[in-house]
């Protein structure tokens, strides 16, 4: 059944860039003279596919139509972009508001002859023979170039493992796997194989899909019939969700490569919720024993995470607390207390400044010093980290592939370590969210609680 609401009430940007809903009365009064409502079955029987094609027919001709259509399309751009901030804004650092004007341009007027908004370019492409409006929306905001490039920025590559492996030929494949990773002339082979029975099974399918006129949307997961039949071409007996891991952390090593040549951090891909661990970036399994192994190798990875933060605070903190003078001292109890009432009790610098009798919230501000702090934590919890896992690893691994993927290893650490400082830092400038918002506060709180420090 259709919100039909949609229809005339336009979600735009103010001023000030906050979203607010308008009522077009024009929309409004069209769509209750195309659709008179009067009986409640009338409203079940309507959906927004048949209405979306039917004002998309009559939309040349009337303008009214046109209007109705571009306020539907003003929620759906809403909601893809609420979608993009809840699965990627906290991790990657950037807010809804800083995402909706690149696609939340429309204002209603009937006058945008200097400038098309999206909606625009939207319809110009659609055709409700071939795709739902909402799905054709949710692509092009998806596929918007500014977006995208404001997304790369903040390491969001926003392309699915599906469609990277899709256009992915096998040369591209070697040159990546030998070029940049450094893998071994056995497994490049092994991942060139995977890729052509994945061509031959996967893409086959949505290019006789799309032969055929279907809609075709983002890529789907390879379905378990589809994994079958790529394992039967490999001639191996590996279950299907092992073949679909091979196929992940194949497309993870070519994202790492795509996003090296545009200058930025590795990162997730959009299939995921969250940073997929460190492990699946490092190795393609070659049955389902070394896939047992990597599940034990990531419960081990977590628990030496938070080890190795541990240790990274107690060495931060030692730093700051040393110092022999009067002076130095006070400064050292002041230091721990402060940090504790900004990252465990949510302060402002400035009613930290009233607490500890700073005069006034810049001199807090300047002892807490958090940008260094998180620094200093950033080295030695790498510090640590690495010889940890290093160490791990090797009993999961054979020694001549631990040294082929030992700047793997640093590479996937740095991204999972600066995916949590940034995670910090982003919380720390959002007034009373860093209150145990993040783990690198939940755990430096817990660390504080632990410890005897100056008081």
């Known amino acids: 059944m259709a919100i039909l609401w949609r229809y005339w009430q336009l979600v735009r940007l ?43 027919q009559v939309m040349a001709q009337e303008i009214n139509a046109f209007l109705c259509l571009r306020c539907y399309i003003s929620h759906q751009i809403l909601q893809v972009c609420i979608q993009l901030n809840s699965q990627f804004g906290n991790h990657y650092g950037f807010s809804l508001e800083e995402i909706l004007p690149y696609v939340l341009d429309d204002d209603g007027k009937s006058d945008h002859r200097a400038y098309q908004p999206l909606s625009y370019q939207i319809l110009q492409k659609f055709d409700p023979e071939r795709s739902n ?8 905001v998806k596929q918007h170039r500014e977006l995208n490039a404001f997304l790369l920025e903040h390491g969001v590559y926003l ?29 490049i082979a092994s991942a060139i194989a995977l890729l052509e029975s994945y061509h031959a099974i996967y893409r086959q399918e949505r290019l006789r899909q799309r032969q055929q006129g279907q809609a075709l949307g ?6 378990t019939a589809q994994l079958q039949q790529i394992a039967q071409l490999l001639k191996t007996a590996i279950a ?50 070394e896939v047992e192994g990597q599940t034990k190798f990531l419960q081990n990875y977590r628990q030496l995470m ?9 060495k931060a903190i030692a730093v700051r607390l040393q110092g022999k003078s009067t002076k130095a001292q006070q400064k050292a109890k002041i230091f721990a207390i402060a940090l504790q009432l900004f990252h465990c009790q949510g302060m402002t610098m400035g009613e930290i400044a009233a607490q500890v009798g700073l005069k006034a919230q810049f001199e807090v501000t300047r002892l807490l010093k958090l940008k260094e702090f998180r620094a200093d934590v950033r ?5 640590t980290l690495q010889a940890k896992v290093t160490e791990l690893a090797a009993e999961h691994i054979s020694l001549d592939r631990l040294i082929a993927l030992d700047r793997e290893i640093s590479n996937a650490l740095a991204e999972q370590v600066d995916l949590l400082l940034r995670d910090a830092e982003t919380n720390a400038k959002t007034t009373k969210s860093h209150t145990t918002g993040t783990l690198f506060s939940r755990r430096l709180c817990l660390h504080l609680d632990n410890r005897s420090y100056p008081s």
């Open 240 to 289: 299907p969700d092992a073949i679909l891991k091979r196929l992940q952390a194949l497309a993870q090593l070519l994202r790492q490569h795509r996003l090296h040549v545009r200058g930025n951090l590795p990162t997730t891909s959009i299939d995921a919720p969250s940073t997929k661990p460190v492990i699946e970036a490092m190795a393609i399994a070659d049955d389902d024993q």
């Open 133 to 140: 409006l909402s799905t054709w929306t949710t692509r092009l």
């Open 14 to 56: 103010d001023s000030s860039g906050n979203t607010r809903t308008d009522v077009i009365s024009r929309a409004k009064n069209y769509f209750e003279q195309r659709y008179p409502l009067v009986e409640e079955n009338d409203i079940d029987d309507l959906d927004d596919h048949a209405i979306a094609k039917a004002l998309w």
């Open 306 to 314: 938070l080890i190795s933060l541990d240790d990274a605070f107690e």
């Open 379 to 383: 080295h030695y919890l790498l510090q």
């Open 218 to 223: 983002q890529c789907p997961p390879p379905t």
């Open 159 to 187: 392309l699915s493992d599906w469609a990277i492996l899709n256009d992915t030929n096998p040369k591209k494949l070697q040159r990546v796997l030998s070029d940049f990773h450094q893998l071994t002339k056995a497994e």
